[in-house]
């Protein structure tokens, strides 16, 4: 639907056996970009099977791993990422916390935690943007990127969100300022903001909001059908439902949008 053959695309946080990174970067490279994923050594397996299924729709992949929450890892990334395509084209950052300890009232929450989030979440964000923006502008070819904030990050503020949800509002902030800076560029800056969704995460996320459910199972299937029944389309947003919008978004399609924070929630939110 889409090309973007000859395209290289960078994405963080792609190590999830059934996340948003993972999908993405399936959906790019189905398009005809080439694929760096990044995450951390601990998700090695992961990135490498990644890759095979890359390689398998003709696109070529680089696995780098790395924290992007520290500098020096995000410029090691981008030196790889040059060394083998000589470019970077588009950016998706979505490397994001696991949810577990954070999942509490504000006034209990542990500076360590807040830390946590903000530093993955936001400052791995920052990172990112800086130095691959720095990278297209030197290169002068334009680009795209897209940051994955949240619907909590928007439009649907709950208790014990406290860290998370001020770290994907301060992405969409974030967002924002760069389209401003960027514009001149040809650089489009845009925030995904994803309902409730079922990835490798939702076991944390799951346990965190049914703490009197001891079947973990069951959990999850009072948080499908409560938080699917609630959208006017009966069901939560999927990873396929990201990464279609993110291909709209890396497209030509799109090059007089940016600096936008698209809700996906089926409808939950009319405004």
Request: aromatic share 6%; charged share 25%.
């Amino acid at each position: 639907m889409y090309n973007l053959k000859n395209k290289t695309a960078v994405i963080t946080g792609a190590g999830g056996k059934y996340g948003i990174g993972r999908s993405i970067a399936l959906r790019l490279a189905s398009e005809g970009a080439n694929i760096v994923v990044n995450d951390l050594k601990t998700k090695i397996k992961e990135l490498n099977n990644l890759r095979e299924l890359i390689i398998k729709k003709s696109s070529d992949c680089l696995v780098v791993c790395g924290d992007i929450s520290k500098s020096k890892d995000v410029e090691f990334l981008i030196k790889k990422t040059n060394k083998k395509f000589n470019r970077i084209d588009i950016l998706i950052n979505n490397a994001a916390a696991s949810a577990k300890f954070d999942r509490v009232p504000i006034i209990s929450l542990r500076e360590k935690i807040w830390d946590n989030i903000h530093d993955i979440n936001l400052k791995g964000t920052f990172l990112s943007c800086k130095f691959v923006a720095k990278e297209m502008i030197k290169n002068n070819n334009g680009g795209k990127i897209i940051n994955i904030s949240s619907s909590v990050g928007k439009d649907y503020v709950k208790e014990n969100y406290g860290a998370y949800s001020s770290s994907k509002f301060a992405i969409r902030g974030l967002t924002q300022v760069l389209a401003k800076e960027l514009g001149k560029h040809n650089i489009m800056v845009n925030a995904i903001c994803p309902g409730a969704i079922v990835t490798e995460r939702t076991n944390n996320i799951v346990k965190s909001l049914y703490k009197n459910e001891a079947n973990l199972n069951k959990a999850i299937k009072k948080y499908v059908k409560e938080y699917g029944d609630d959208t006017p389309l009966g069901r939560l947003c999927t990873t396929e439902d990201v990464s279609n919008l993110a291909a709209f978004l890396c497209s030509k399609e799109s090059d007089f949008i940016t600096g936008k924070s698209i809700t996906l929630d089926g409808g939950k939110n009319t405004d």
